[in-house]
């Protein structure tokens, strides 16, 4: 029932349910100032959408400002400098806003004032090509979302000393009908956070997307895991953007450099 | 299953896992990349240099050290657990050679390190060693030896291997292109393990370290002008390797 090290007793989960679950709610019992707290701090948290140049607030819905045919989002230094490097890198992509947020977990004290340097999220869209952002209606959208993780969250009944890092997994919606560019993602593996949430917005809108998940052991931003997105290029959404990927790599390169942060605990 | 059992050293986990050991194992992945190779008449270390700060100065950044005249080790993973051992390696070297009158082998020293780190994956209120070793010299007997340990205290050794970020990508390179006549003379072999780094260091020539050491000699560190010119060759041969597959297919 219970493991002990260093004389620390420790309780075991127990999936049928606690026998002390009485004993155990009157500690987690909430004080009246505990919820007060809570609401004040729920009422602190907010998400804003601004357009930087001008530093003005935009209307709620982005979407529906720029309606779009194919949605890229890119969350995690891996696969951002994959997308600027290889994406942005051709043709000229204007910012139409980003997205800034404050809640209790947020390392900021001020929240009147989010600087406009601490954008979240920022929002592209393709100048030359105004049909990647025309008057089709949502249905039409394609999203593609990328992301990194790592391997060691990946469960496999496989040696991991057999796995080939980095590798990338696919999970796609109901609605997309091309077939992905690598294996889908097997089962117990699941995604967590802001991809999984995108993900799942599409499956429940009928929004065909697609997530490419990277499995790196390089969590910092690294040559190897961006070039792991590389066969996502090849897709539909992507083949149109991508024109010069000698050029690309270069700027990666420039990317990295920029981006290395000293730090001499490992040799 | 792991998070009730990886936060002592001393303690197994039901499926016999010692999880800290395996996190270090980790650890060392963080280090950049450290090749070794055992030649017929030479060992070589080539290790991926770190970019250093503008302000720092390099030579307190070294991968590759030397244990006595006749013995280097090049290192991955945490650098103050690597000086550590190395202190007590360097220390173990010269009190052999005072008490028994002979130099150490190379496979006493990697015996030393090894039951070292073992140690410490059996003490209470110590972490293992985040560091793995590649160890080479030449013994007496007048034969090369090269030994890799891990941060379990395990040792073995090998023709080459590679440790560090993406060992494994290199590792399978040597794999490929380890052979008795690439090794048979010290110009091949030390261009086998410029080659290896290349196939995963990001900026190139620039970014390698190396060093050799021939029988009866004490140990070289290649300056970066010998270093260029091994890599400028390799690019040579290169180019003409593809010009003759190019010639072959029209």
């Not at chain 2, 936060?7 to 194992?25: C, K, M, N, W």
């Not at chain 2, 992945?29 to 090749?35: E, L, P, R, Y």
């Not at chain 2, 970019?51 to 950044?61: C, F, G, N, P």
């Not at chain 2, 015996?111 to 972490?127: C, E, M, P, V």
Request: glycine share 4%.
């Amino acid at each position: 029932m219970a493991a002990t090290f260093f004389g620390e007793v420790v309780r075991t989960p127990c999936r049928a349910g606690t026998e002390d679950e009485e004993e155990e709610e009157e500690g987690r019992r909430e004080t009246p100032e505990d919820r007060e707290v809570r609401r004040q701090l729920a009422r602190k948290r907010e998400v804003r959408l601004f357009r930087r140049q001008t530093k003005t607030m935009l209307e709620v819905s982005l979407l529906e400002k720029h309606p779009c045919s194919k949605f890229i989002i890119a969350i995690g230094n891996n696969a951002v400098a994959f997308l600027s490097s290889f994406v942005m890198n051709s043709g000229t992509w204007e910012e139409v806003g980003c997205a800034k947020l404050w809640n209790e977990w947020c390392r900021t004290t001020d929240t009147a004032h989010l600087s406009p340097t601490e954008a979240f999220c920022v929002f592209y869209h393709l100048k030359s090509n105004p049909s990647v952002f025309g008057s089709c209606p949502r249905r039409n959208m394609q999203v593609t979302i990328l992301t990194c993780r790592h391997v060691t969250d990946y469960k496999t009944s496989e040696s991991t000393s057999s796995l080939h890092t980095p590798f990338l997994k696919a999970l796609k919606t109901q609605n997309f009908k091309e077939p992905p560019f690598c294996s889908l993602l097997e089962q117990p593996n699941i995604v967590h956070d802001l991809p999984a949430a995108v993900l799942s917005y599409c499956q429940v809108w009928r929004i065909p997307a697609i997530l490419y998940l990277c499995y790196t052991d390089v969590m910092k931003l690294d040559l190897i895991t961006v070039e792991a997105f590389k066969p996502v290029l090849s897709s539909r959404s992507l083949k149109c953007l991508v024109k010069n990927i000698p050029q690309s790599t270069e700027i990666l390169k420039k990317l990295m450099t920029t981006n290395e942060i000293q730090s001499n605990i490992y040799t | 299953m792991a998070s009730r059992y990886d936060r002592a050293i001393t303690v197994f986990s039901p499926d016999g896992h010692l999880f800290q050991v395996e996190y270090a194992q980790e650890a060392v992945k963080k280090g950049s990349t450290a090749v070794g190779i055992r030649g017929t008449n030479i060992v070589v270390l080539g290790v991926e240099k770190k970019s250093v700060a503008k302000l720092q100065d390099e030579r307190t950044v070294r991968k590759i050290c030397a244990l006595d005249d006749h013995v280097c080790m090049a290192f991955a993973g945490l650098t103050a657990d690597a000086r550590v051992v190395i202190n007590k390696a360097r220390v173990e070297c010269q009190s052999h050679k005072l008490t028994v009158e002979d130099p150490v082998t190379v496979e006493y020293i990697t015996r030393f390190i090894a039951t070292l780190k073992q140690k410490y994956t059996q003490s209470n209120g110590r972490r293992p060693f985040g560091i793995s070793a590649l160890i080479v010299g030449f013994d007496d007997d007048g034969i090369p030896r090269l030994y890799q340990t891990d941060p379990s205290g395990t040792y073995h050794a090998w023709k080459a291997n590679a440790i560090g970020r993406s060992a494994k990508t290199v590792r399978e390179f040597l794999e490929k292109n380890y052979t008795e006549d690439a090794i048979a003379h010290d110009n091949e072999a030390i261009k086998l393990a410029i080659r290896a780094l290349l196939e995963v260091v990001q900026s190139g020539g620039k970014n390698i370290e190396l060093a050799i050491i021939r029988r009866n000699q004490p140990l070289k560190m290649f300056s970066a002008k010998e270093i260029e010119l091994q890599v400028n060759e390799i690019e040579k041969e290169k180019e003409e390797a593809e010009k003759k597959k190019s010639k072959k297919t029209t």
